[in-house]
């Protein structure tokens, strides 16, 4: 079969400049454009796809260089929408080739007679929302028009090539190529002197071939970027074996994963392997050849922790040095600008080792920029290079360039999408902008797109289009249209879900970093394939959440509102837990609630190495208490923090909240002891509170021999913890000491009133329930008793205690009370500090190393400590959700 199938049977313009009518226009026959047509067609809509080449294909249509092939694995990178399909075509190599990839379109627009309603050759040159029609108007480069209910943007992310921004292109005197627009007739390099600019995956696929062609290469580089072996051959047999084992599972897992390739999430992190260990893994993934196993099945911590990351990096240098002989040139490809994986890193065949040719060199832009290109080749800041051929691999204007600049598209009002994104896209979900009624687009910016295997997120993005469509229909509704509150929710969500990874630490296409002037930010959405795929579906099962839909006699529907309101880690966990469907813990009696407390905790990442850990006893009100004490690994004396754990006054000891208590240890260098107070009901109010003061008393008179900076300490508390250490600090004022110096509550319980709006707000859902606070309060103190300030301390007096950090979750039903505690505390003159914790719940800033977006609480909550012991404050230029090394 030819590359290029000529489109002989394609749709054609309507004659005699009639607008041509369908429900759906679709832009562009890549991967998107092919399925959708399929599914429209099959939905019962008329549709017709405009594509300016000359045939299917879209990217793979274009990108036609030497050496060009996907990187993902081709079992992978394919349609799976009919199984009839994936057993009619068979793969040849673990990646295919482009023009291999181009016959498997070709195959699949035939196999399903989609190019008759294809318009080829057909470049749009504006889109327009005609208000008064309720359609969309589309002229074309023929003069044509098409007006359509529906407008689909199947352009691709990366199908508009960026300008190469070099002075003099036009006055070289030899040939010009890009790798984004290769020639469709072969192009003879032999024995030319070839420059190659650029070094991403077009530059690092299109070298190696074009070395062995050429009588000399020289290629430009301005930033080094990681390169794995793709070690290609047939497809790997364990894959293989997976897929033929069990099809549909294997597709189905693959649409929940994170990338869109079924492999587990990993669990382990860095700093609980050995060296030995992590080499072995990394050795393995080397072997592997696959670019979505080596980013994601190191280590659980390799792309949201620097340490983590660092540690791949040093690695891959390790082998670009053992590659590549001439230590200059090792040095100079070897990437220490960005974090791997936050720039997309590359598969290559023998990309290293071609720098040992005779016949290639390397120019390090950073150290000698170009200054122009001339009619006889390249002048940088120090050199003039002849050469008969320039090869730009300089990329794309990724995920908008097609969409916005390749034609103005007028939404509602007269407003352009230019307009509308002039600061950077805005979007719902990445398939609708407010504004544009009725406009859609598959792996837009806002969707997982080139975070995940392309051919898993269209198939997702078709189908829930099409299912809006088919259900819109259905119901009369004539257009759908995002909300402005869906859309500045989703910005939010993105916003915390690019706080997780690495991406923002790297200038890249992904950011919109490589083009002169364009907004920047991350584009794609970072928090995953699953987790995408499970928010649109919950779109809907809130009854098209976000979205307006209006129909003919005034019919309208506006369900308005953001999807997602949780921090994207903590959406996860509440996620997990509800899928255990638990029953309430109260119901398993309080022994019961314990021994589950237990087994839960000791599921848990046991928390990061501290200098110490000490078990010891010390005398409370009337028996003595167990405690464990966190010392730092700097040199001490050390300021101490007396520590009351979460738990309701019935749960927990002096080791439940283990890897909260090192990770403070470690953040502020101070003395965590945390005391192992007795509970109810065998032991009610007030023996917890008097436990936890008499434990304060102690541990500030013996803080010399524990190692503490002798004078006066703090307390800390979670949760009921927290009210111990509020009342203490009322205690200590009113009983002559111990000297406190600050008082951190998390969380705190303050109050026996259970009607303010946390209460009702976050009664169910959300871990700690109003229920479960009824209980614990019933085993703890009786009605009588509630109203003593020594368990509702917001009715104590509050002048003169010690400064306070209070911190609250915006989904917790203690809420309210801390935040009148804080004001409380404020209004007596106590200096207060607030942490309000958007998208948290009650747990969140104690579940170190799982809710990883509370790291910025908890270095708020160091620095806060630090400020009461009267420290100077620590440096934390890092980004917060970085934990720094030991
Ligand atoms: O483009 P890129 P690409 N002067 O932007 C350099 C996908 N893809 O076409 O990093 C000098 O990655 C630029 O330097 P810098 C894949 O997702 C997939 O290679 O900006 N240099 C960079 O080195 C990929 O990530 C496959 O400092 C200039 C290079 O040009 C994406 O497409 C194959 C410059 C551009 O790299 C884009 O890849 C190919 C200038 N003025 C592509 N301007 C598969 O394997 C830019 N550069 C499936």
Known sequence: MPDVMVAASSSKAPSGGTTQQVDVAVVGAGFAGLYLLHRLRKAGFTAVVLEEADDVGGTWYWNRYPGARCDIQTIDY???????????????????????????????????????????????????????????????????????????????????????????VKDFAGEVYFTGRWPHREVQLAGKRVAVIGTGSSGIQSIPLIAEQAAHLTVFQRTPNFALPAHNGPAPADRLGLLEADRAGYREQA???????????????????????????????????????????????????????????????????????????????????????????CLDTNYYATFNRPNVTLVNLRQEPI???????????????????????????AMTGAIMAVHPITGRGGKSLSEVWANGPQ????????????????????????????????????DWVVDRLVAAKASGF????????????????????????????????????????????????????????????????????????????????CNDGEVVRLQPDVRLVLNMLAEMQLPPLESFGAQGARNFLAEFNAARPAGRPVG???????PGADAPL???????????????????????????????????????????????????????????????????????????????????????????????????????????RDRGGPPISGQLLVCPVTDCTFDRPSYVDNATGYFLTRSLMYWFWDLYCSPADRTDPRVSPLRGKLEGLPPALVATCEFDPLRDEGVAYAEALAAAGVPVEQLKARG????????????????SGRVQMAEALRRFAGLPGQDHQRAPHEIAAE
């Open 626 to 732: 167990p405690y464990r004490l966190y010392r730092p690994a700097t040199p001490g004396p050390h300021p101490i923090v007396v520590y009351f754990h979460g738990g309701g006054w019935v749960l927990g000891d002096e080791q439940s909240d283990e890897p909260f208590c090192r990770d403070l240890c470690r953040r502020s260098g101070m003395i965590f002891v945390s005391v192992g107070y007795r509970h109810a009901p065998d032991h009610r109010f007030p023996t917890a509170v008097e436990d936890a003061y008499a434990a304060t008393r102690w541990i500030a008179a013996h803080a010399a021999e524990l190692g503490g900076t002798p004078g006066a300490v703090m307390v800390a508390g979670w949760s009921a913890g927290a009210n111990l250490a509020a009342v203490t600090c009322q205690l200590a």
């Open 478 to 557: 004539t257009t759908m249209e995002a909300t402005e509150t869906a859309q500045a929710g989703w910005a939010q969500h993105m916003a915390d879900c690019a706080t997780l990874t690495l991406h923002r630490l790297a200038n890249t296409w992904y950011t919109g970093a490589n083009v002169p002037g364009k907004a920047q930010g991350v584009m794609p959405y970072t928090g995953g394939v699953g987790p995408y795929r499970s928010i649109c579906n919950e779109v809907v099962s809130r009854g098209m959440l976000g979205f307006r839909l209006t129909g003919p006699d005034g019919a309208e529907q």
């Open 840 to 855: 948290h719940f009650h747990s969140s800033l104690t579940m170190v190393d799982v809710v990883i977006t509370g790291v």
């Open 427 to 462: 979007t719902y979900l990445g398939l609708t902008v407010a504004g544009f009624p009725n406009l859609f687009m598959i792996t837009g910016p806002g969707s997982p797109s080139v975070l995940s295997n392309m051919a898993v997120s269209i198939e997702q993005h078709v």
């Open 78 to 168: 394919s349609y799976t929408f009919d199984p009839e399909l994936e057993s009619a075509w068979q793969w040849s190599e673990k990646y295919a080739t482009q023009p291999e990839i181009l016959r498997y379109l070709g195959f699949v627009a035939d196999r399903y007679d989609l190019r008759r309603d294809i318009r080829f050759g057909t470049k749009i040159t504006a889109a327009t929302w005609d208000e008064a029609a309720q359609r969309w108007r589309l002229t074309t480069s023929g003069g044509a028009t098409v007006s359509s209910r529906y407008y689909i943007m199947a352009t691709g992310c990366l199908s508009a090539p960026k300008p190469p921004e070099i002075d003099g």
């Open 255 to 345: 649409r929940w994963s994170l990338a869109g390739v079924p492999w587990p999430q990993q669990t382990a992190v860095s700093w609980q392997l050995s060296d030995a260990e992590r080499r072995e893994r990394f050795e393995q993934a080397w072997a592997a050849g696959d670019l979505v196993y080596i980013l994601t099945q190191l280590w659980a911590d390799q792309a949201v922790d620097l340490d983590g990351n660092a540690i791949v990096a040093d690695l891959i240098r390790e082998k670009i040095r053992a590659t590549v002989e001439d230590p200059e040139t090792a040095d100079a490809l070897s990437p220490h600008d960005h974090p791997f994986g936050a720039k997309r890193p």
């Open 371 to 397: 200054k122009a290109i001339t009619a006889s080749g390249i002048k940088t800041d120090k050199r003039t290079f002849d050469v008969d051929v320039i090869v730009f691999a300089t990329g794309f204007d």
């Open 612 to 618: 110490e850990v000490v078990d010891g006893t010390l």
